[in-house]
């Protein structure tokens, strides 16, 4: 995996986009702006209709040369030929998820401590999702804010590369770039936000 | 796939069985009692911890030669190693499950009208669930429930072996065989009854 994919990582929120469609459409928005990969998240919906979802994702990110990783759900990812699977620590164990996904496919799990940065095999999982950096409302079974102290003691440990996560701002970004991730992954920052693009723009516009 | 396994088909309830320890001793007494196979389903727990219950039941089933299906999660099946999978119309579809599943995996397709059975393709499809007999508890988001004449004329459509769900009770059994359905799965007949073996014993000689 090429590391400058985690530049700006948006995850999709279906509430905030407005439903299938408008995620599609934020999707689309944010990666002719310069988004570099794309997350399918919706954790309250039945998989037909993730998979469907995906597939719509797919037909517009291919075009662009952005990457889809699919949210918790290896069958999905696999199911419809997606670009990665991002895993929280009480989903499939990486091992579980390799063995079963196709070369080459990115694998992405979510660490909030040392110790889980310390368990990560670099063998098995291409990135890591540090955070959440901030609390936010929407991810509300998330671990504990681990503020930017948490998140230099994390990145610093990785075995891989990483993307930082949870309530980041715009005028958190000098200080999360300064952890030495690799990116930040946002939500909110870009999904239901008035000009997707506009603010995917003004995002990529601060990670210089 | 031989249809006698489903004779009496066992799907576990996580609440009825009192949790993960309470669902492995279910099924060992219910398998060791004559249940033909068993189901893991527990739609509201993680991936991780659905995993490891599959392989506690694999370890107890494998040894008395009694197939473990899992619900809805073909990553989670094919992960364990189990007998196979059984969706729901909002699932996966058979054709994105069978790309992904072993060669020899069973796979199940829950049908509640004619509609849904007449789509049902015997080349992807092993063995359908037909269903809500009766409304039930145990099962919120069912469809409604369809009675004898509903499971009649569905089972006589299906083009491949069935087997009864929902609600189902043991002064049911004769209707239910009248149907010419391979067998009844049940839940709450096995699942937090005082004696799971005898409830199965029961069960058991009725279907004959």
């Known amino acids: 995996m090429d590391k400058k994919i985690l530049k700006l990582y948006l995850v999709l929120d279906p509430d905030l986009c407005g439903g299938f469609d408008g995620m ?57 030929g997606a670009d990665g699977v991002h895993v929280g620590q009480d989903d499939l164990s990486p ?29 098995l999982v291409d990135y890591v999702g540090i955070g959440p950096i901030h609390n936010t409302s929407t991810k509300p079974d998330a671990a504990p804010a681990i503020g930017f102290d948490g998140l230099r003691a994390i990145v610093s440990t990785s075995p891989c590369p990483s993307v930082a996560i949870g309530g980041i701002k715009t005028r958190d970004i000098p200080e999360v770039l300064a952890s030495g991730t690799d990116g930040i992954a946002v939500v909110s920052a870009i999904c239901g936000q008035p000009d997707p693009s506009v603010a995917t723009r003004n995002l990529l516009a601060l990670l210089v």
């Open 95 to 123: 091992e579980d998820c390799r063995r079963q996904m196709p070369e080459g496919m990115i694998l992405g799990l979510s660490v909030s401590n040392l110790e889980e940065v310390r368990n990560v095999d670099p063998a």
């Open 24 to 80: 599609i459409q934020t999707a689309k928005d944010a990666a002719q702006a310069g988004a570099t990969v794309v997350q399918l998240r919706a954790p309250d919906w039945k998989k037909r209709r993730l998979a469907a979802c995906g597939r719509e994702l797919l037909k517009v990110l291919r075009p662009l040369g952005v990457p889809l990783i699919v949210n918790d759900h290896v069958d999905v990812a696999v199911a419809i």
